[in-house]
């Protein structure tokens, strides 16, 4: 027969304790097991953009240890710059006040080497250097040789014509005699590689020999002087390693921050970068990017048009602006780019303060989106989009462009000038003379490296997404076995204990 004294006593109050502090620690577990299934849900997509940030940070800044400043200093990338020339096919209609009908010729392609000569990084986070380009002429993607010929209209003679505009009759009648002596007619015949790389021109030579100016040589070509040589000038650029979002934006070039061929200082702002590369981490309200070249004698605008994507990698459109050769009253701000008659209607933009006086105009192809009035006065255009506009297309994350189509027309302004009869009864008009394009198309092998290291990235940040995710959920399901096995023994052991009855 049991006993009271039998029976073991229970310090329920003290198991009560325990079985709390155990309770406690579940719950612990199962609050740490949620944020961790949290966090690798949500979380770690932010982590990824971290992550990506100083991966390309350490990439994108241009001094000796990153793993941009080789390609930087001596691109690999394939770069090739095409030229169209125009061919005048009545040149004695044109004389004598007809429209000129034109044939364009070309592509003629040369392959394009970049190196920077004389780098030096400065104190002031910002690096210096002299870019070298080298022209190789590509005969596979030429339609002939750079020996072929043809008639185009005779750039030094119109320019010195209209240049003598406004002299006295008796000046002008004289220059009229010299050009006939050197033989300069309005229009003349030569090679691809004269137009290009210079020919003799007796009417320089003679204006050397008698007024020597800096800057005008014995030849005349549009790249005379430019294959291989350092006459591009210094260009000083900021690094990038202090503050990215400055990364290649120019600081000055030949030791100016302005150009001063303009007529405002904001028309002879330098903004923006050389093209190469712009900062990393475009943002989608960066509406537009700013390019600089000496070519340009300005800066160009560029502005965002779509996203689109470049074998398989998304991409942003920016275009050459629809206001970046708009005259001063379509486009207010342009107005320090022209004075007086060196204004053209819209589509167009005289160079004639950076180009020595010659009245020389810049355009898209074709004269693609600009005034009806200049294509109306040429026989032979045909503006096409895809053929003739200006723009490329940039990876954001890099700032880096992967496709880029950056097209120019040069045009020639001519009118008649009384008392020199090399110009005949011309009609005032602008008429094509070149125009180039200068194309880059990333190769397949810098794609797979860009989705190497982007896939990478992902793929490190998606194991530590599941490893949380999956960690978590097993400290949940942990924490809540434990805590349902203890409340049952819990329950258990607060039950009275058996006591048999005493018959």
């Known amino acids: 027969m049991g006993t009271k004294a039998d029976i073991p006593e229970v310090d329920y109050e003290k198991k009560s304790s325990r079985c709390c502090t155990s309770t406690r620690s579940c719950i612990l577990l199962i609050i740490f097991g949620t944020v961790g299934i949290i966090s690798g849900a949500v979380v770690m997509d932010i982590v990824y953009d971290k992550i990506l940030e100083v991966i390309v940070y350490d990439m994108m800044h241009l001094t000796p240890s990153s793993m941009i400043y080789p390609e ?6 394939p770069l090739t710059s095409k030229f169209y020339f125009w061919e005048v096919t009545n040149p004695d209609e044109v004389f004598n ?44 993607k030429s339609i002939g040789p750079d020996t072929d010929r043809f008639l185009g209209v005779n750039m030094p003679m119109t320019s010195t014509a209209y240049m003598m505009r406004d002299a006295p009759r008796f000046i002008r009648e004289s220059m009229s005699v010299v050009l006939e002596e050197l033989n300069e007619t309005m229009f003349i015949d030569l090679s691809v590689a004269d137009l290009l790389w210079g020919y003799d021109e007796p009417l320089f030579k003679m204006i050397h020999d008698l007024f020597p100016i800096e800057g005008v040589d014995e030849q005349f070509g549009f790249l005379l002087g430019y294959n291989g040589t350092d006459m591009n000038g210094l260009f000083t650029v900021y690094d990038g390693k202090d503050d990215v979002s400055m990364l290649n934006r120019i600081d000055n070039w030949k030791g100016k921050t302005t150009v ?34 000496p070519d340009f004698c300005r800066t160009m605008p560029y502005a965002y048009e779509a996203d689109e994507t470049f074998k398989g990698i998304p991409m942003r459109r920016y275009a050459l602006a629809p206001y970046a050769y708009a005259n001063g009253t379509t486009y207010p701000p342009n107005e320090g780019f022209c004075k007086d008659d060196t204004c053209a209607p819209n589509g167009i933009q005289r160079m004639d303060p950076c180009r020595f006086g010659s009245p ?22 045909n503006p096409d989009e895809e053929k003739h506009k200006n723009y490329f297309l940039l990876e954001p994350y890099m700032g880096m462009p992967y496709v880029m189509r950056q097209r120019l027309q040069i045009n020639m302004f001519l009118r008649d000038v009384q008392g020199i009869k090399q110009m005949g009864d011309v009609r005032t008009m602008y008429i094509p003379a070149i125009w180039f394009a200068q ?65």
Request: aromatic share 12%; net charge negative; charged share 20%.
């Open 72 to 77: 930087w200093a001596e691109p690999s990338i």
């Open 97 to 140: 006040g007809g429209k000129p009908a034109l044939i364009e010729k070309g592509p003629y392609a040369y392959d394009l080497f970049v190196r920077r000569d004389n780098i030096s990084n400065n104190d002031n986070g910002t690096i210096s250097s002299i870019p070298v380009y080298t022209y190789v002429f590509n005969r596979e």
């Open 260 to 293: 001063d061929f303009w007529f405002t200082d904001e028309a002879n702002m330098m903004n923006g970068t050389d093209g190469m590369m712009w900062h990393p981490f475009i943002k989608k309200d960066e509406k537009v990017l700013d390019l600089f070249h």
């Open 360 to 381: 020389m105009g810049m355009s898209n192809p074709h004269f693609l989106y600009a005034d009806p009035s200049l294509s109306e006065e040429i026989i032979g255009l």
């Open 439 to 503: 194309e880059v198309d990333v190769p397949d092998n810098v794609i797979k490296s860009y989705e190497l290291g982007f896939q990478v990235t992902a793929l490190i940040v998606e194991i530590i997404k599941y490893i949380m995710i999956v960690g978590g959920a097993l400290m949940v399901l942990a924490g809540t076995t434990i805590t349902i096995v203890k409340y049952y023994r819990r329950t258990q052991a607060n039950q009275p204990p058996y006591q048999p009855i005493n018959c």
